[in-house]
């Protein structure tokens, strides 16, 4: 028999979206239980450097004017109103407290930044904004990749100060559903030690970050093979459990999409290299012809899309000897906020040690050097003939100072032309998947009738329904912003859903507690 526990909300997962939601159902008023698959809290977000937000008091503090209504409406123009105006909203009026929220728990933040500086002539359209609240580390470090695990540590520490109970190991596994109401009234979930567990609950909200680390899920929705065009960050345990457990209920459906972006596989572990090639450099797909202006590669949605486009759907991105003393002596063309701020001293202990040994499963390379670009181009399979004319014709251009294929900057216009020659395969990197599950501003679920499921919430990525086809990088921080914000929306009504559901009452025709 089932081990039977009881609690006035049920969080299933504690990643970002799931210790928000736990921290604000318990803030106000809610005896809450929060599920966790892994062995500690933060989910994906302990990989990530912090959120988005409009009107933030670090904003104000550095003279940033930029509004909630300024952020809604830009994100609505991107997306052309093709997602929920009022989930979009209502996140972006949250978010400038959210940050306020954090700071009082003992969150500091480093600076607001934004992802890059769009071109002079390109600014009307992809221009980013300082939207972006990088979490200062504990121990005093400059920030990267990892920075907000500070943040998942401070909000873990406040949601158990408000007797917020984690089972940790102890994954959700479905949902109990009242038949006569149709109201969700508790969890499944199975410990550690494989007991099962049953917990009664006035509402349960589901936040278990999509299926990122599960690859036929990835194949059977968007198509991708992960590991031969897809190299996104498979999170251990992100395997659409709660994407399922919700649909199983009754949950309506959204299209599912992955915040494309380009990397090399296992970039991680490759960061010197990886960074050296985000530059403004010669970039083409495997004819060896130019696919986009090379100085846009600042903006990884804008290439991950392109790159998805391509033959084989991967690019690639060469320079040579002449454009790397460059960039060793002056600094990169393109400043990364993510990458060692001493790339280029980093890069060539990184690269031989690659060298020899950085390639596929089938023993291809992802990255080569040579000293001709005829030995370059079969190295990494690229179609030499046509490489080669293409080249030609790019070292034309440099020469006259002007790029009449795709209006380059002049600046950047700088010939292919003095070995060795260095080159690497780009391919279509995620952070995860986003949406999947029907949600309103409230974060209740709904059904594909649109009618809400009593005591069902759904925050996160799940949820993240606001992007369209696209992630908006001009808006910096806007996935782990969206989760904190729906998070905190959905705990705030469970909370009042949970603690307005007396015992003697029961659910209406239109969903609400009477």
Avoid at 157 to 183: N, S
Avoid at 302 to 316: R, T
């Amino acid at each position: 028999m089932a081990k039977q526990l009881e609690c006035d909300v049920v969080v299933v997962a504690a990643g970002l979206s799931g210790l928000a939601a736990a921290i604000s159902a318990a803030e106000n008023g809610a005896n809450v239980i929060c599920l966790e698959k892994a062995s500690n809290t933060g989910g994906a977000a302990n990989m990530g450097m912090g959120p988005c937000a409009a009107n933030s008091p670090v904003q104000r503090a550095n003279m940033i004017n930029l509004t909630a209504g300024e952020l809604f409406r830009r994100h609505m123009f991107y997306t052309h109103y093709q997602v929920d105006a009022k989930l979009v909203k209502a996140y972006y009026d949250k978010s400038g407290d959210t940050i306020q929220w954090l700071m009082d728990m003992g969150v500091q933040f480093h600076h607001v930044g934004r992802a890059f500086g769009g071109e002079e002539r390109s600014r009307g359209y992809s221009e980013g904004l300082f939207t972006w609240h990088v979490v200062q580390p504990e121990d005093g470090s400059e920030p990267g990749p990892r920075a907000a695990t500070t943040m998942t540590k401070r909000m873990t520490e406040r949601a158990q100060d408000l007797g917020v109970e984690f089972l940790l190991e102890t994954p959700g596994t479905g949902l109990i559903k009242d038949e006569e109401t149709g109201a969700i009234v508790g969890a499944k979930a199975v410990s550690k030690d494989g007991e099962e567990i049953e917990i009664s609950s006035k509402a349960v909200i589901v936040a278990t970050g999509g299926f990122g680390h599960n690859t036929k899920m990835i194949k059977d929705y968007m198509g991708f093979e992960w590991g031969k065009d897809l190299f996104s960050f498979a999170i251990p345990g992100m395997d659409g459990d709660g994407f399922n457990m919700v649909h199983e209920v009754g949950g309506g459906h959204t299209p599912v999409t992955m915040e494309l972006m380009y990397q090399l596989p296992d970039n991680m572990n490759h960061f010197y290299v990886e960074g050296a090639f985000r530059q403004p450099c010669y970039w083409c797909n495997r004819l060896g012809e130019r696919f986009m202006p090379e100085d846009e590669v600042y903006n990884t949605t804008f290439v991950g899309n392109a790159i998805n486009h391509l033959p084989g759907k991967v690019g690639y991105a060469i320079f040579d000897a002449n454009m790397l003393r460059r960039w060793k002596k002056y600094g990169p063309d393109i400043v990364s906020h993510v990458h060692p701020h001493d790339l280029y001293e980093g890069f060539e202990a990184q690269w031989n040690a690659d060298l020899e040994t950085y390639k596929d499963d089938e023993g291809n390379p992802y990255i080569a050097q040579a000293d001709t670009l005829e030995e370059l181009a079969e190295k990494l399979g690229i179609k030499v003939d046509s490489f080669l004319a293409a080249v030609e014709e790019y070292n034309e251009m440099c020469a006259e100072g002007y790029d009449s294929l795709f209006e380059k900057g002049r600046e950047y216009m700088i010939p292919l032309e003095e070995g060795p020659f260095y080159g690497c395969k780009q391919f279509c990197g995620a952070y995860g998947t986003l949406g999947g599950v029907l949600v309103n501003h409230r974060l209740e679920v709904m059904t594909d009738d649109y009618e809400t499921i009593p005591g069902l919430y759904c925050v996160g990525t799940d949820a993240c329904t606001i992007y369209g086809d696209s992630y908006n990088f001009c808006i910096s921080g806007n996935t782990m912003g969206f989760c904190l914000n729906s998070g905190r929306i959905a705990g705030e009504n469970a909370a009042e859903l949970a603690l307005g559901a007396g015992d003697d009452g029961e659910w209406d025709d239109d969903g609400d507690w009477d």
